[in-house]
């Protein structure tokens, strides 16, 4: 028996309560600040009651599916079995690799059976909820293969769509970039009473889109850094794929009628930035970003979506002509040389020192395309007010300003203060006051963007600066999408971002880190403290 397994079961037996816990996984005991919120039994972490709303199991396992024509690709997947709760709860994504879309109500209590049924310890990543420290899936909480850990939380998040993914820490680096794109990534969406009065368009008029590149070699095999100077290249990058992939399959065509849709968006990628745009150049209609709903509808020529953000969009098509089609495709940018990007004098990047990416970073491709196959009377106009119930969080000159400066070391990777990721270790800036307000302010001194994550909160975006060095760059600024709440927000080469955010009602460890998945697996990501 190796190891790992053993000190597996010290853990399990630890959770009956002994002190030791705290020097296995600091931070581990520190969340009981919000009655009944704590960790208890064997394998149980976070709300810990006799009576759950929703109940299921949610297994990480090999598996294979027809991706491409011809020879399924093997991949690691989520499988969900429902035990308790509405049968809408969860929807199975029978033909593609993604996990099954779990659909929650705000208010209601959940219990997840994490099985890990692979061959190195995983976590599971609930992306953007506001839940306790313990049931947030960091690293420092590994579920080892074979073995199975229970979280229970409560759904505190307003209405909007977040997801969930493998966030493993292996003895060697990182393991996200490689979980995630293996396959193990999945949606979650929030409902609320705010927001089903909207009468948004749902049902079938609600297109839900995961956004991921991907390279096949051989026999359709995924291919993840495959060795030598060009997946060196692709740690420095980013992991760029050679061909998209929508919810797990090639993009494709789908039937609409002559009235209003509504685009829940996904960047799912490791690396990979889009610009989302109209085919026919009408605006983007956004509605919510990463944390729901925004206050009103906005009209951009285009919008950003970094990994890890999600993105709301609302189209009216019933001015279609049948047999018309509109593509929603992800349009041409300057992505500069150090991204895998098209070089200016029109050579693509990835052809030459930077990797071998034949799927540049600012390539123009289609992602889906609308086509009018019949038409309806029915209109629901868009409301001009989407959102009241949450006010932006206020600043002040007096509140706390904590700086992080984005950093990268040629062969060394990527650093957040100079500091890499270490585990559990948490340095003085690095501990924050519960119930506190601060700006955290994210300063990139590298040539690359850096979509920055923060966990188990929604934060404002409060201001950009650039402080020269964003050359390249500047075809995306129009579409940045910064009003709204999110839990991730893209600071390009040069700039300077400002988040407002307050340390609600939990305790204990989180992390904050690039969602670049081969930035974070290479360093630039680090722990953080909330104290009571
Ligand atoms: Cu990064």
Redesign the pocket.
């Known amino acids: 028996m190796s190891r790992k397994r053993v000190h597996r079961r010290t853990v399990l037996q630890a959770m009956a309560g002994t002190g030791f816990l705290l020097t296995l996984s600091p931070g581990f005991l520190l969340t009981g600040c919000d009655g009944g919120v704590r960790a208890t039994e064997l394998g149980t972490l976070g709300l810990d009651s006799e009576e759950y709303d929703v109940e299921l199991k949610l297994y990480a396992t090999p598996d294979s599916v027809s991706i491409l024509p011809g020879t399924p690709s093997e991949v690691w997947r989520y499988r969900a079995e429902l035990l308790k709760g509405p049968e809408s709860t969860v929807s199975e994504n029978p033909d593609s690799y993604l996990g099954p879309t779990i659909r929650l109500r705000r208010g209601q209590t959940v219990k997840i059976h994490i099985h890990n049924e692979l061959p190195e310890d995983t976590t599971v990543h609930w992306h953007g909820l506001h839940v306790p420290s313990d049931v947030d899936g960091q690293p420092r909480l590994p579920i080892r293969p074979g073995e199975m850990m229970t979280v229970g939380f409560e759904v505190l998040d307003r209405a909007g769509l977040f997801w969930y993914h493998s966030h493993a820490h292996g003895e060697q680096g990182g393991r996200v970039g490689f979980q995630s794109y293996a396959g193990l990534a999945g949606l979650l969406i929030v409902e609320d009473d705010e927001e089903l009065g909207l009468r948004l368009p749902a049902g079938s008029d609600e297109l839900l889109l995961v956004l991921q590149d991907r390279t096949f070699e051989g026999a359709n095999e995924l291919v993840y850094l495959d060795g030598g100077m060009g997946a060196m290249m692709d740690r420095m990058r980013g992991f760029l794929g050679d061909r998209m992939l929508v919810n797990g399959t090639p993009p494709t065509t789908r039937n609409v009628a002559t009235r209003p849709y509504r685009l829940r968006v996904l960047n799912g990628s490791n690396a990979r930035i889009y610009k989302l745009a109209w085919s026919d150049e009408r605006p983007i209609t956004v509605i919510g970003a990463d944390g729901g709903l925004l206050q009103q509808p906005e009209n951009k020529p285009y919008v950003v979506l970094a990994p890890a953000q999600r993105l709301d969009i609302w189209v009216d098509l019933s001015d279609s002509r049948p047999g018309s089609t509109l593509e929603l495709v992800s349009d041409s940018y300057e992505a500069g040389m150090m991204s895998g990007g098209m070089m200016n004098d029109g050579m693509m990047g990835g052809m030459g020192m930077m990797g071998n990416a034949t799927l540049p970073a600012g390539s123009r491709f289609t992602l889906m395309t609308l086509e009018v196959t019949d038409s309806t009377n029915t209109i629901e106009p868009l409301p001009a007010e989407l959102a009241r119930a949450r006010k932006k969080i206020p600043v002040t000159d007096a509140t706390p300003v904590r700086q992080f400066e984005l950093s990268h070391a040629m062969m060394r990777g990527?650093a957040i203060n100079g500091r890499r990721f270490a585990g559990t270790t948490v340095e003085d800036g690095e501990k924050v006051r519960l119930g506190d307000t601060e700006i955290w302010e994210f300063r990139n001194n590298t040539p690359?963007p850096?979509p920055m994550h923060v966990h188990g909160l929604q934060f404002n975006v409060i201001g950009r600066e650039t402080r020269g060095n964003g050359r390249g760059w500047s075809g995306l600024t129009q579409g940045l999408v910064d009003s709204g709440w999110h839990d991730t927000v893209l600071v390009m080469p040069g700039e300077a971002v400002q988040l407002a955010m307050t340390f609600e009602r939990f305790d204990g460890l989180y992390i904050y880190h690039?969602h670049?998945m081969e930035?974070e697996d290479n360093g630039?990501m680090r722990y953080f403290q909330v104290q009571s």
């Open positions: 990527f690359m850096h690039c670049n930035h630039m």
